[in-house]
């Protein structure tokens, strides 16, 4: 991290991915794991570069060039529009904020590679056949803070791709909606779309959030066709933070669903340039949007317990269920064209996956050098029930050195 005069930034982040892949004995799948010699360290590494940003800051701007991680939502444990999950995106992007009123606009590459041959019905998406071909992402999102204890925002996105950067979607002020309906009565282009909501209500010691997603509307009469209609498309996200629960002051319970139906990021017959997904070509496309993919519902529940001098404990529940069609998750189908009858999403088959977990972390331990080590060990217990079944411990130890330098005292 760099920053001068308070205004221009610079942040840079790389490291070296070992190859860690290592097959089963049965050579059907491999399992990621630690080099099981030291020449693996040295002659597969792969280096990385997951931040790599030039930032401007004004008193109530920002400007914001490469490569990061973003999220944008109310979510805690993931984000229905912009979340965290996938490669870090390269772009742009621009913010404000004002007392009562804020905004942020985004623009960033998704895909990489030529365009993708002719796709043919009814395959998945992540057949061999096809080659991802340059996307592109648009994203605004609009918030107004009120004196009152609320706050409202309002946000559009849009995925098009084999047509290079289109200004139309740059522009900052350009209403995403109308720029694709422009699109369509000009040139018969239809982009993917997507629009949504959220809120926030602070009445301490609690906090009530919430956000909603509609990916695709079905009109009534048509939706009313028998089970051979097409179906409307949305998520939703509900959630809350109790601030000192039971008594136990500075602890805090946490308490999150979310709900994705069929069809949700996706778009045009299985074409991943019209889907909320980075480029999997290299092992890292994952969703934009929220991290359980569509046709899924999933429970959150964290109780962090009061900081003492030897630490924090937390204690996290979790359970994830997907509705499964010819046994695969929405993200591995894509669920284009997808109909009423075809909705397994409560009596079909489910994958089910229950977390249990409990976490210890101290931040900021000395330890008789220059700078300071954040330690965290979790002992989780897995378990999945429904297609696949299968349960087992899981150990986790992560330490962090952190130290740092002022080269020029201002």
Same mark, same amino acid.
């Given at each position: 991290?760099?920053?001068?005069?308070? !205004?221009?930034?610079?942040?840079?982040?790389?490291?070296?991915?070992?190859?860690?892949?290592?097959?089963?004995?049965?050579?059907?799948?491999?399992?990621?794991?630690?080099?099981?010699?030291?020449?693996?360290?040295? %002659?597969?590494?792969?280096?990385?570069?997951?931040?790599?940003?030039?930032?401007?800051?004004?008193?109530?701007?920002?400007?914001?060039?490469?490569?990061?991680?973003?999220?944008?939502?109310?979510?805690?444990?993931?984000?229905?529009?912009?979340?965290?999950?996938?490669?870090?995106?390269?772009?742009?992007?621009?913010?404000?904020?004002?007392?009562?009123?804020?905004?942020?606009?985004?623009?960033?590459?998704?895909?990489?590679?030529?365009?993708?041959?002719? #796709?043919?019905?009814?395959?998945?998406?992540?057949?061999?056949?096809?080659?991802?071909?340059?996307?592109?992402?648009?994203?605004?999102?609009?918030?107004?803070?009120?004196?009152?204890?609320?706050?409202?925002?309002?946000?559009?996105?849009?995925?098009?791709?084999?047509? =290079?950067?289109?200004?139309?979607?740059?522009?900052?002020?350009?209403?995403?909606?109308?720029?694709?309906?422009?699109?369509?009565?000009?040139?018969? %282009?239809?982009?993917?779309?997507?629009?949504?909501?959220?809120?926030?209500?602070?009445?301490?010691?609690?906090?009530?959030? =919430?956000?909603?997603?509609?990916?695709?509307?079905?009109? #009534?009469?048509?939706?009313?066709? =028998?089970?051979?209609?097409?179906?409307?498309?949305?998520?939703?996200?509900?959630?809350? @933070?109790?601030?000192?629960?039971?008594?136990?002051?500075?602890?805090?319970?946490?308490?999150?669903?979310?709900?994705?139906?069929?069809?949700?990021?996706?778009?045009?017959?299985?074409?991943?340039?019209?889907?909320?997904?980075?480029?999997?070509?290299?092992?890292?496309?994952?969703?934009?949007?929220? /991290?359980?993919?569509?046709? +899924?519902?999933?429970?959150?529940?964290?109780?962090?317990?009061?900081? +003492?001098? /030897?630490?924090?404990?937390?204690?996290?529940? &979790? %359970?994830?269920?997907?509705?499964?069609?010819?046994?695969?998750? =929405?993200?591995?189908?894509?669920?284009?064209?997808?109909?009423?009858?075809?909705?397994?999403?409560?009596?079909?088959?489910? +994958?089910?996956? @229950?977390?249990?977990?409990?976490?210890?972390?101290?931040?900021? /331990?000395?330890?008789?050098?220059?700078?300071?080590?954040?330690?965290?060990?979790?002992?989780? !217990?897995?378990?999945?029930?429904?297609?696949?079944?299968?349960?087992?411990?899981?150990?986790?130890?992560?330490?962090?050195?952190?130290? &740092?330098?002022?080269?020029?005292?201002?």
């Amino acid at each position: 991290n760099a920053e001068i005069a308070s !205004r221009l930034s610079a942040q840079v982040r790389f490291y070296e991915d070992y190859s860690r892949l290592t097959p089963c004995p049965n050579d059907e799948h491999w399992v990621d794991n630690m080099p099981p010699d030291a020449s693996r360290i040295t %002659q597969n590494p792969s280096a990385r570069n997951d931040r790599a940003v030039l930032a401007y800051n004004r008193s109530w701007m920002e400007l914001r060039l490469g490569r990061e991680d973003r999220h944008w939502g109310v979510g805690r444990r993931g984000d229905l529009f912009l979340s965290e999950n996938p490669f870090p995106l390269d772009g742009f992007s621009f913010r404000f904020h004002t007392r009562y009123v804020s905004g942020a606009s985004l623009f960033a590459q998704t895909q990489r590679g030529p365009n993708p041959p002719d #796709l043919v019905q009814g395959e998945p998406y992540a057949s061999d056949e096809y080659i991802s071909g340059e996307a592109y992402y648009a994203a605004h999102r609009f918030e107004i803070t009120p004196p009152w204890p609320v706050s409202f925002g309002v946000y559009e996105a849009a995925v098009y791709g084999g047509r =290079g950067i289109d200004l139309a979607y740059v522009n900052p002020v350009a209403i995403l909606v109308a720029v694709n309906q422009d699109l369509w009565d000009r040139a018969h %282009q239809d982009d993917k779309k997507i629009l949504g909501a959220d809120i926030r209500l602070d009445l301490p010691p609690l906090t009530l959030y =919430g956000e909603f997603l509609l990916d695709r509307l079905v009109v #009534l009469d048509e939706a009313d066709e =028998g089970e051979s209609s097409k179906i409307s498309s949305f998520a939703e996200l509900i959630g809350l @933070r109790w601030a000192n629960p039971f008594g136990l002051s500075g602890a805090d319970l946490d308490l999150e669903y979310v709900h994705l139906d069929p069809q949700v990021y996706f778009h045009k017959d299985r074409d991943i340039r019209y889907a909320f997904l980075t480029d999997d070509r290299l092992g890292e496309g994952k969703l934009i949007g929220h /991290w359980l993919g569509p046709n +899924a519902d999933g429970l959150y529940v964290t109780l962090q317990f009061p900081p +003492a001098r /030897w630490g924090r404990f937390d204690l996290v529940f &979790e %359970q994830a269920r997907w509705g499964l069609i010819d046994g695969k998750r =929405g993200v591995e189908t894509g669920f284009v064209g997808l109909t009423k009858a075809e909705k397994h999403w409560i009596t079909g088959d489910k +994958a089910v996956e @229950r977390i249990l977990a409990l976490s210890w972390e101290q931040r900021g /331990w000395r330890i008789g050098i220059p700078g300071a080590l954040d330690a965290r060990m979790t002992i989780a !217990r897995i378990e999945r029930s429904g297609m696949n079944q299968n349960r087992g411990w899981q150990v986790e130890l992560r330490l962090k050195w952190r130290t &740092e330098k002022v080269l020029i005292d201002s």
